[in-house]
């Protein structure tokens, strides 16, 4: 199979980089394949390649439905027949693509792993010639993994339907305890698996211990040029840090789950067109962002895992530019890290009360509810019952694993619209301008059915084909519900929840030990680690995170705070390296002394070793002597 040819026609590359080969013919052999590929490594390619050379479908299952729509909107620019079907799509469009799956010519099936527990999406599932399956963020189907979602263990019902046919799993970040997991988990008929270094060489990894995380986030940014992320624990510490970086007169926005989907989109362009320098963001800002000039990202809270962490620090240098990851620490972050086991897993007895009342909130009585789906406003729910939302999401995630709901956090960017008026009413209006008629007569034929429920539309589906903009159409949209037309419902970024089963009295809620005792162990160990990173001074950064995820060929990056600090320590041990060290500076600061920005290359022409140069160099960067982008080297203004 020439999948040279295939990346070339469609990519325009010329070869593969890394393991890609290595993973496209194991797969494309027919063997159960797990991928290792840290940030940046091109996962996507791994799956897209053999699909296009096999005969069927090639069905991939990914958490985001994001992440779906982007890499569907990237192949079908490519002229390569892709669909994705998520909770956004009718019933009658779910069908629709999935008999285009069976009679059709698709190549691409993306689904959220939450369709997989539809005995309907199963019953056509039979019918469809599949040529494999991928599973990307592999690492949630196991429990011992940082990001767990139960829904990921429906995979292994689809394996027994389509027995012959081979399983690509990849991840960025998986230890080997989770390595053997996921293959367990998806029934591997063979233990077969293909690794990436996760060393980073382009990244330089630290631990910066601060009294004052705002001040020191802005003292790096004013040291470190380019595009940064910062990292906080809560969507009102990224609006705040964001509010006090733009006093500072460095552009920044901001970016949660909780903001509107325009919002969200808004301020996310901004930053990745370069509008913006710095994005202050929640742990939701990560998967499928590809920027590949980041040049820093800080994290002012710590997160609770290394998996997360080296992730998140992984969206750094995907150019193969020097970057810097740096983790801000102060003295209560142990203390606050511990704190975090209590507030994710709250007392049983307070999660069967939320339990409860949801039921109140929702009017739900015992013995019903069960497939009702309700839109969750978390702020006024925790107002009328004296919650943390802290509490009641970490709640509503625990009885999700345990089966009792299904707590859907992703916003929902679809709008719904029902007609209000009957047909025959709809003719004989009067007062309705030729734009307005125009949209009513598109919605009637592009959504048949408004008239008796209200249906998911797409607001730029119906403005191409009113050769206007979908903005347009909202205003439209609008003077028609004012007029009692139309109603409508606008995306919402509120988390939606369904009940699984028919409502049982809160006493009676079972809170299993998977759902909750393992997972606290976990979460426990995985904190664990974070701190014995922190604390760990003695050892250089990289080979602390390659080793926790099983790698055992240790260099020293000789970039990081520990390596800096061993050389310092090794020069100052000698007069004569003193000496040394005093007049390298010499020799800089004349270098510099024209006051021009100076290529970091010309240092090598300083008649010093290399180990000197470079501790000399750090250390008057640290002194704020001069300033360095690892490409240029220039003198620093006096103040």
């Known amino acids: 199979m020439d999948y040279r040819a295939i990346l070339r026609k469609y990519w325009g590359y010329e070869d593969f980089r890394g393991i890609q080969r290595e993973i496209i013919e194991s797969i494309g052999s027919g063997h159960d394949t797990l991928g290792l590929m840290p940030t940046g490594g091109g996962k996507s390619i791994t799956f897209q390649v053999p ?8 069905i991939v299952i990914t958490p985001l439905i994001s992440l779906m729509k982007d890499q569907v909107e990237h192949l079908r620019r490519l002229s390569i027949p892709a669909y994705a079907i998520s909770s956004e799509q009718t019933h009658s469009e779910q069908v629709k693509i999935l008999d285009n799956c069976i009679f059709g010519d698709i190549k691409f099936l993306y689904l959220s792993p939450e369709r997989l527990s539809s005995p309907f999406f199963l019953t056509k599932l039979r019918h469809i010639k599949v040529s494999f399956i991928t599973v990307d963020e592999a690492h949630c189907i196991s429990q011992w993994g940082y990001d767990f979602r139960p829904a990921y263990l429906e995979i292994s019902k689809v394996r027994r339907i389509l027995t012959s046919c081979p399983v690509l799993a990849l991840t960025a970040t998986a230890t080997p305890d989770v390595v053997d997991d996921i293959q367990e988990k998806l029934e591997f008929r063979e233990k077969r698996v293909f690794s990436m270094s996760f060393r980073r060489k382009n990244i330089t990894y630290t ?24 990292y906080v624990s809560s969507r009102r510490k990224t609006k705040e840090l964001s509010k006090i970086l733009n006093s500072k007169g460095i ?38 962002i590809d920027k590949p000039d980041v040049r820093l990202v800080i994290h002012a809270d710590v997160p609770s895992s290394l998996e997360a962490y080296f992730q998140e620090a992984g969206r750094a240098g995907r150019d193969g530019q020097r970057a810097y990851a740096v983790l801000l620490v102060m003295k209560s972050t142990n203390a606050v890290l511990k704190k975090r ?35 969750f406003p978390v702020e006024k729910f ?15 995630h625990i009885l999700d694993n345990c089966g009792y709901i299904y707590y859907q956090t992703e916003p929902d960017d679809r709008t719904r619209l029902k007609f209000i008026l009957e047909r025959d009413q709809l003719y004989t209006m009067r007062e309705v301008s030729q734009e307005e008629d125009d949209l009513i007569q598109a919605l009637m034929r592009q959504y048949p059915g408004l008239f008796s429920d209200y249906k998911l539309i797409s607001e730029r589906s119906l403005a191409t084909s009113l050769a206007t903009t979908p903005e347009r159409v909202y205003m439209l949209m609008t003077s ?21 089963i028919d409502r049982v009295d809160g006493k009676d809620v079972k809170i299993n030990h998977k759902a909750y005792d393992d997972l606290r162990d976990v979460m426990s160990k995985h904190i664990d680690s974070v701190i014995s990173y922190i604390k760990n001074t003695n050892e250089c950064r990289q080979i602390q995170l390659v080793r926790y995820f099983g790698e055992k060929n240790f260099e020293d990056c000789g970039t990081c705070e520990v390596c800096l600090e061993r050389k310092r320590n090794r020069l100052r041990g000698s007069d004569t390296a003193k000496r ?60």
């Not at 920044?252 to 509107?260: C, Q, V």
């Open 51 to 58: 699909a296009l050379a096999m005969d069927g479908v090639c």
């Open 207 to 230: 631990v910066r211990r601060t009294a004052d995380i705002v001040h020191e986030a802005i003292h790096i940014l004013e040291r470190v040029e380019g595009s940064a992320i910062i």
């Open 251 to 288: 552009s920044a926005t901001y970016y949660h789950a909780g903001l509107d989907i325009a919002v969200k989109n808004s301020h996310q362009n901004e930053w990745q067109l370069g509008e913006r320098r710095v994005i202050v963001a929640t742990n939701a800002f990560g998967m499928g």
């Open 341 to 375: 086991i209590a507030q994710t897993f709250p007392p049983k007895d307070v999660i069967r009360d939320i339990y409860e009342h949801l039921a109140y909130y929702y009017e739900i009585g015992v013995g019903m509810g069960k497939g009702h789906t309700f839109i």
């Open 382 to 396: 925790c107002l009328t019952n004296r919650y943390s939302p802290f509490v009641v999401n970490a709640a509503l």
């Open 480 to 500: 028609l519900r004012r007029r009692g037309i139309i109603d409508f419902i606008p995306p919402r970024a509120e988390p939606k929840l369904t009940y699984l």
């Open 580 to 639: 040394q060290e005093t007049e390298c500076q010499k020799h800089i600061m004349n270098l510099l002394s024209d006051g021009e920005k100076h290529s970091a290359n010309e240092l090598s022409h300083i008649p010093f070793n290399k180990t000197i140069v470079s501790g000399v160099v750090s250390d008057m960067i640290e002194k704020e002597l001069i300033h360095s982008d690892s490409i240029f080297i220039w003198l620093a203004q006096k103040r």
